[in-house]
């Protein structure tokens, strides 16, 4: 798949990928990924579309790619549609070290394993179970050059108990850019709030709500909120990320 599309300042221009160019299948390395380049700079939007269920994420420029990220997803709710990540590479012979929180892909949850990627290459993974068993939140990736991640779940009830399978679709921030100071506001028509969840990267990390304690969590470990309303910060005495996720259709 190839094109070439005019960009105009303050226009937006849809181009739209084939759904045979970025077939992948869990545990294999693919050359799936699509490089979009120009002559100057762009912002560049993906948008995965599905009946009754469309998510987005920005696109990230490779030249802020690089070699930590913590997965954030949530716990399936339909076994076989379950936790998803992938990893993908801008340079030849990249290292990737993954250390799932989940089993898939033929790898057994907790045990670490390395795939060698090249520019252009991804490795993904999903889940099999449901629930907390199936949830790949809290896996680590280490490459030897850096790479990015498109971190997610197929088919979601938030909170658990509420329909309706939606899926959530999200491009990773890496470690190196993680901060001790986030702030969070409340999402449009969510009168009784969002869930938040919070990562650490380095064990330890103590961890704060609006300047009261929360907890106190290791690397690769997260705390969850359930739902809440209203505007808040987070704080750690070492770099966190905070994940907001929006309650599903029923949820009051």
């Given at each position: 798949?190839?094109?070439?599309v005019?960009?105009?300042?303050?226009?937006?221009?849809?181009?739209?990928?084939?759904?045979?160019a970025?077939?992948?299948?869990s545990?294999?390395?693919?050359?799936?990924?699509?490089?979009?380049?120009?002559?100057?700079?762009?912002v560049a939007?993906?948008?995965?579309?599905?009946?009754?269920?469309?998510?987005?994420?920005?696109?990230?420029?490779?030249?802020?790619?690089?070699?930590?990220?913590?997965?954030?997803?949530?716990?399936?709710?339909?076994?076989?549609?379950?936790?998803?990540?992938?990893?993908?590479?801008?340079?030849?012979?990249?290292?990737?070290?993954?250390?799932?929180?989940?089993?898939?892909?033929?790898?057994?949850?907790?045990?670490?394993?390395?795939?060698?990627?090249?520019?252009?290459?991804?490795?993904?993974?999903?889940?099999?179970?449901?629930?907390?068993?199936?949830?790949?939140?809290?896996?680590?990736?280490?490459?030897?050059?850096?790479?990015?991640?498109?971190?997610?779940?197929?088919?979601?009830?938030i909170?658990?108990?509420?329909t309706?399978?939606d899926?959530?679709?999200?491009?990773a921030?890496?470690?190196?850019?993680?901060?001790?100071?986030?702030?969070?506001?409340?999402?449009?028509?969510?009168?009784?709030?969002?869930?938040?969840?919070?990562?650490?990267?380095?064990?330890?990390?103590?961890?704060?709500?609006?300047?009261?304690?929360?907890?106190?969590?290791?690397?690769?470990?997260y705390?969850?909120?359930?739902?809440?309303?209203?505007?808040?910060?987070?704080?750690?005495?070492?770099?966190?990320?905070?994940?907001?996720?929006?309650?599903?259709?029923?949820?009051?």
């Amino acid at each position: 798949f190839s094109t070439s599309v005019a960009v105009n300042p303050g226009d937006i221009t849809v181009v739209t990928v084939p759904i045979g160019a970025h077939h992948w299948t869990s545990g294999v390395a693919a050359s799936n990924l699509i490089h979009a380049t120009a002559d100057v700079e762009f912002v560049a939007y993906t948008v995965n579309l599905r009946p009754f269920s469309s998510d987005a994420a920005l696109g990230l420029p490779v030249d802020t790619m690089n070699t930590g990220y913590i997965v954030a997803s949530y716990p399936p709710s339909i076994g076989g549609n379950g936790s998803q990540m992938l990893v993908y590479a801008a340079y030849d012979n990249t290292d990737v070290t993954i250390t799932p929180k989940a089993a898939s892909g033929g790898h057994p949850a907790g045990t670490p394993f390395t795939v060698t990627l090249n520019s252009g290459q991804g490795y993904y993974l999903e889940s099999t179970l449901s629930g907390a068993a199936g949830d790949f939140s809290g896996s680590t990736i280490e490459s030897t050059r850096p790479v990015g991640l498109i971190n997610g779940v197929q088919c979601v009830n938030i909170p658990n108990a509420y329909t309706a399978c939606d899926h959530v679709y999200e491009i990773a921030q890496p470690t190196q850019t993680w901060g001790k100071s986030i702030l969070v506001a409340n999402l449009p028509n969510r009168p009784a709030g969002s869930i938040y969840r919070i990562f650490a990267s380095e064990d330890a990390t103590t961890v704060t709500a609006d300047g009261g304690l929360l907890g106190t969590i290791d690397r690769g470990e997260y705390l969850d909120t359930g739902v809440i309303p209203n505007n808040h910060i987070y704080s750690g005495d070492k770099p966190i990320y905070v994940v907001q996720y929006m309650t599903g259709q029923d949820y009051p």
